[in-house]
Nanobody
Framework: QVQLVESGGGLVQPGGSLRLSCVASGRTFTTIHMAWFRRAPGKEREFVAGISRSGGFTYYGDAVEDRFTISRDNAKSTVYLQMASLKPEDTAVYFC????????????????????WGQGTQVTVSS
């Protein structure tokens, strides 16, 4: 099993920045492919960013590319999402997801690819 705990959400003004964290436990972190998803009011859960086991390969959803950066610190069993140039449409509950894997650079953007989820952290972008 994998347990995930997100933190770092809050209220931020348009154009501002915020960093989210997700700490994993229960499984060797280097065996886990990680991702961030979000759910905005009235919308389906949307892929945001993904990262390979080593952290050397990352990929993003179209809505956030060039504004958000995903990274991981395997020594701390933590994945991060650095968000910049935030817009009101970024307002959502942000979730981290985990999938134990044996591969390295596979792209996974479907929420059903992931086996474990955190409870989410609310990000609100408003003036």
């Amino acid at each position: 099993q994998v347990q995930l705990v997100e933190s770092g959400g809050g209220l931020v003004q348009p154009g501002g920045s915020l960093r989210l964290s997700c700490v994993a436990s229960g499984r060797t972190f280097t065996t886990i492919h990680m991702a961030w998803f979000r759910r905005a009011p009235g919308k389906e859960r949307e892929f945001v960013a993904g990262i390979s086991r080593s952290g050397g390969f990352t990929y993003y959803g179209d809505a956030v590319e060039d504004r958000f950066t995903i990274s991981r610190d395997n020594a701390k069993s933590t994945v991060y999402l650095q968000m910049a140039s935030l817009k009101p449409e970024d307002t959502a509950v942000y979730f981290c997801g985990a999938k134990p894997v044996i591969d390295g650079i596979t792209i996974r953007k479907d929420e059903h690819d992931y086996d474990y989820w955190g409870q989410g952290t609310q990000v609100t972008v408003s003036s």
